[in-house]
């Protein structure tokens, strides 16, 4: 029995893979890109002291990096596009207002910028301090190519993310843009094992208007959850907008583990996109797939995480790499 488990979940991987999980990447891009290139630092290396320093004193960095490699690469590319400042730009569109981690981003910048001025693009920066901090998460370590630069262009109006409540098919048409497979975006969604959101993002499609009739709750919601985030987290009030919900369980919300899936098995899935997933049977069996062989999501995460920071960079002689993350030069 467990080996007929066993066998199964190794075709569901290898068709995944055939089906584009494994992916081509950029052909410009190189692993250990930066060696030689800042005198005798070794670029990852200062990347990862910095990372490893934040996440001491501030663990939940790792889903503010997540967060923000989604937000960046899905819009136009990981072209350092969402860390530029002023009106307009792709920061001030309204889903990236609650995105955090700028301020790592531009110390590690600085710190790059005092050992060998000009050489390493904020693109990068963000891929590298993201995977490092997945890593101190509980995560599996993973290299990634690096080798992008930074595009000259930031605009909000480019800012197209999925909604909140989309539905599993939307989700994976959404990632399918992006050259993702179906496997990809559930794996991706999978970064919802860490952080929280605001009760604002749940309150009406789950809790009080759910298919807009009010008073109407999910039924999709296990009722316990139901009750617990109605009586306690989100009651109904304009004031608890502004609470936090975690994604995962709260014991489990600051590591990268695949127990987001189990909870989607139990109709605990926080956000309306994440139960959908399992409410889709086009999805659903990769949700059981990664739930029931809780050692995949671990191997398979990171290989999504580099096929979302590989889309669409600008390498060779294109874009610049920036003096300041948050301004053109
Ligand atoms: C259909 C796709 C997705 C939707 C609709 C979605 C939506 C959301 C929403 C509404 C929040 C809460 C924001 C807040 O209240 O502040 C959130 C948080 C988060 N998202 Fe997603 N997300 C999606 C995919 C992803 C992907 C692909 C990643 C990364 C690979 C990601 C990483 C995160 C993380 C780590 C958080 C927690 C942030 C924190 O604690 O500050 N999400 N997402």
Redesign the pocket.
């Known amino acids: 029995m467990a080996m007929a488990r066993v066998a199964t979940a190794a075709l569901m991987v290898a068709a995944a893979v055939l089906l584009g999980l494994a992916g081509g990447g950029h052909a410009q891009l190189q692993n250990g890109f930066y060696k030689g290139k800042c005198g005798a630092n070794d670029v990852e290396a200062v990347v990862q002291g910095i990372v490893r320093a934040r996440f001491a004193r501030d663990a939940?960095i790792?889903?503010?990096?997540?967060?923000m490699?989604?937000?960046e690469c899905?819009v136009n590319g990981c072209d350092g596009g969402l860390l530029i400042d002023g009106p307009g730009t792709e920061k001030t569109a309204s889903?990236n207002l609650?995105?955090?981690?700028y301020d790592l981003i531009a110390d590690i910048k600085a710190e790059l910028e005092r050992r060998c001025p000009g050489v390493v693009s904020c693109s990068d920066i963000q891929i590298l301090a993201?995977r490092d901090a997945v890593a101190l998460a509980g995560g599996q370590p993973y290299a990634v190519r690096t080798g992008r630069r930074d595009r000259r262009q930031s605009r909000a109006s480019d800012v197209v993310?999925?909604?909140?409540?989309?539905t599993a098919a939307?989700?994976v048409a959404?990632?399918g843009k992006l050259g993702l497979s179906a496997f990809d975006?559930v794996l991706?969604?999978?970064?919802?094992?860490?952080?929280?959101?605001?009760c604002?993002?749940?309150k009406d499609s789950r809790l009080y208007r759910y298919g807009g009739r009010a008073g109407a709750t999910d039924p999709a919601l296990d009722p316990y959850y139901a009750f617990v985030y109605k009586t306690w987290v989100c009651p109904n009030a304009a004031a608890s907008d502004g609470n936090?919900?975690?994604?995962d369980d709260q014991w489990s919300?600051l590591r990268v583990d695949s127990n987001y899936y189990k909870l989607l098995q139990r109709h605990r899935g926080v956000?309306?996109?994440?139960q959908n997933l399992y409410g889709d049977g086009s999805t659903r069996w990769i949700v059981d797939l990664l739930a029931n062989n809780s050692d995949l999501f671990p191997s398979l995460f990171p290989q999504?995480?580099i096929k979302?920071g590989e889309v669409n960079v600008l390498t060779g002689t294109q874009g610049e790499i920036r003096k300041v993350c948050s301004k053109f030069n």
């Open positions: 939940p790792v889903a503010y990096l997540l967060r490699q989604f937000h899905a889903p609650s995105v955090k981690g993201t993310l999925p909604a909140p409540d989309s939307q989700t959404y990632f975006a991706l969604l999978g970064a919802h094992t860490v952080g929280a959101t605001h604002g993002a749940i936090v919900v975690f994604l919300a956000l309306p996109c994440d999504a995480l979302l």
